[in-house]
């Protein structure tokens, strides 16, 4: 749950804050109006203003959380393996998975093991005779005990490594590079500070349960300080090309700079990628369809996907910018698809649409991980003739060239949703989400909702749309 911050001493140091959050938009429309209201026009004064008026209902609460999910570090682990070993504080940093293995290195030395990667309990403990030569005065049980402790602090180590890379992951989807913006240099340029705050927050957005596709995250207020941006001599391009890498901001950036970009994001394809390999290699999804089935593991696909597909999109991008569009002549790996909901799909189809058309030319291509391996080859004659197989425009729908800006859109205040489903306020949220309403779970297909308290769109079993 989340509620409006009434004042903040630092309204830039806030707005820094928000990028590594998940703030409504209209909470960080507020922040602008304190940051940079005092140099605004009146006409454009009143635009932000309106928006942050919206911060305000509900008397600021949302029922939706204002941040995304924190790994939970291992402070009980170590808490246990120092009582067990009898060890001082120290200098171990729970929250590091780093400085964790580091500790289970220690601990592991002590019982005769010298890889915490090898602390199989039936294989690598040490027997009576080998604990007497390797000195150590314990009984089995307690060697047992320490043993134990020990594979529970590495198995933390290796957890929180792999949360901490879906949540960097997370905040590459959202909004590119935001999170990694220094302080210092988002401070000093108040008018990028404030484009790409609040840029990063619409593109935060949860998504509606809606057949009208998700809104342009470029709406009329971001348009009015990208404007700013363009008129202040002194910009910070190369902060706003973090999180908004589009042809006006990349042609205004250094070829050092623009090469620099084209060498993380290719580093975040592979990564991803490597990723999303691991996920398919070990799951059955109908590649033509790409409809969820039972036992797949839909969150974690989509997160890879919406984190490869930003840092593909970034790449070509800044392909084109440095005049470079040329390379995917010899290799250009394709999008990668994500899952989509079986209610969701039917409810398309029950409207005489289908699958995606980009859908079509994914499953024609070869897979994007085995393209960046080099395990398989796909060129721009290939990703063409798919998609004119398909019908899909492969310039416009980006995958041959940057996509092209849809309209500018429009403000509204951020829906309260319940698995996707918009209600009438958090109050309501509140209580369905409990009850289990719209989750897909076994129990929550049979609570009545009230008339009224759904106010998007929202399938009925037929497959009809219930406005």
């Known amino acids: 749950m989340s509620t409006a911050e009434p004042s903040a001493p630092d ?13 409504r938009p209209e909470d960080v429309a507020l922040l602008v109006l304190r940051a940079v209201g005092d140099r605004l026009e009146p006409q454009d004064r009143m635009l932000i203003g309106r928006a942050a008026r919206a911060a305000s209902r509900w008397n600021g609460w949302s029922s939706m959380s204002d ?7 291992g402070t009980r682990q170590v808490a246990a393996a120092r009582r067990l070993f009898a060890l001082p504080a120290d200098d171990v940093d729970p929250d590091d998975p780093t400085s964790l293995l580091d500790f289970t290195l220690r601990l592991g030395e002590s019982l005769g093991a010298v890889d915490p990667h090898r602390l199989d309990f039936q294989h690598d403990r040490l027997n009576r005779l080998g604990r007497a030569a390797a000195g150590i005065e314990l009984s089995k049980r307690q060697y047992n005990r320490r043993f134990r402790v020990t594979r529970r602090v590495a198995a933390k180590a290796g957890r929180l490594d792999t949360e901490h890379s879906r949540r960097q992951l997370t905040m590459v989807a959202r909004s590119g590079f935001a999170a990694g913006i220094p302080l210092a240099a988002f401070v000093a340029d108040p008018w990028a500070a404030s484009f790409v705050a609040y840029l990063t927050a619409r593109r935060k957005l949860r998504r509606e349960f809606t057949l009208s596709g998700r809104d342009n995250p470029y709406d009329e207020l971001a348009d009015l300080l990208f404007h700013r941006c363009l008129a202040a001599p002194e910009t910070d391009w190369w902060m706003i090309a973090q999180v908004h890498p589009t042809p006006p901001v990349l042609a205004r950036l250094t070829d050092r700079q623009r090469g620099e970009l084209l060498g993380r994001w290719w580093a975040t394809m592979r990564q991803v990628a490597t990723l999303l390999a691991r996920v398919w290699s070990a799951s059955t999804f109908d590649r033509a ?40 002549d010899a290799a250009c790996p394709g999008k990668a698809m ?10 398309h189809r029950s409207t005489g649409g289908g699958p995606h058309p980009d859908t079509t030319v994914w499953a024609r291509l070869p897979l ?8 398989a080859t796909c060129t721009r004659a290939d990703v063409v003739a798919a998609c004119a197989d398909a019908g899909v425009d492969g310039v416009r729908s980006g ?26 306020d958090p109050a309501w949220a509140s209580a369905l989400r409990a009850a289990g309403a719209f989750s897909g779970r076994a129990g929550g297909g049979g609570i009545t909702v009230p008339a009224d308290v759904v106010v998007g769109e929202l399938p009925q079993s037929g497959g009809q749309p219930t406005p």
Do not use: K
Request: charged share 15%; hydrophobic share 45%; proline share 8%.
């Open 368 to 375: 994007p991980w085995d393209v960046l391996d080099g395990t």
């Open 289 to 328: 369809t790409m409809i969820v089935r039972r036992g797949n593991d839909s969150s974690t696909w989509n997160l890879l996907c919406g984190a490869y597909n930003t840092a593909r999109a970034a790449w070509i991008a800044t392909l084109d910018a440095s005049g470079s569009l040329g390379l995917l």
């Open 399 to 424: 995958w041959l060239a940057p996509r092209p800006d849809g309209p500018v859109g429009t403000f509204r205040p951020t829906p309260e949703l319940v698995h996707g489903v918009s209600v009438v």
């Open 11 to 23: 309204p830039l140091t806030a707005l820094h804050a928000s990028l590594d959050q998940r703030r």
């Open 67 to 73: 941040d995304f999910a924190h790994p939970v570090g």
């Open 338 to 347: 994500m899952l989509i909901a079986a209610d969701l799909a039917a409810w």
